[in-house]
């Protein structure tokens, strides 16, 4: 075995990291999964148009809101877990 010089006992710089607020934070996740958020909004819209549907008293209608709302959600479901998986791989890169 050869020995050679120690390795130095300086300790390594520590990452800086910036302060993000909710803005940032949140056009930066929108960049990295854009279906969470179109999710969210189609879910809004549907759940809406289904309430004012019920409230008008058209209840064909507002039950048929009240099934798309609940694909629109599965759909936002499926986009959150698909991007936990992508930025998952992506750190395992």
Do not use: H, W
């Not at 910036?18 to 189609?42: A, I, S, Y």
């Not at 008293?57 to 936002?76: E, K, V």
Request: with cysteine.
């Amino acid at each position: 075995m050869a020995a050679g010089p120690p390795p130095p006992l300086e300790p390594s710089p520590l990452p800086v990291f910036t302060e993000e607020g909710f803005g940032d934070k949140f056009l930066r996740k929108t960049r990295e999964n854009p279906l969470v958020p179109l999710g969210c909004l189609c879910t809004l819209g549907v759940l809406t148009y289904g309430l004012i549907s019920f409230q008008r008293g058209n209840t064909r209608r507002s039950q048929l809101m009240m099934r798309a709302r609940i694909l629109a959600q599965g759909f936002t479901f499926a986009a959150l877990l698909g991007g936990m998986v992508v930025t998952a791989m992506k750190s395992r890169k």
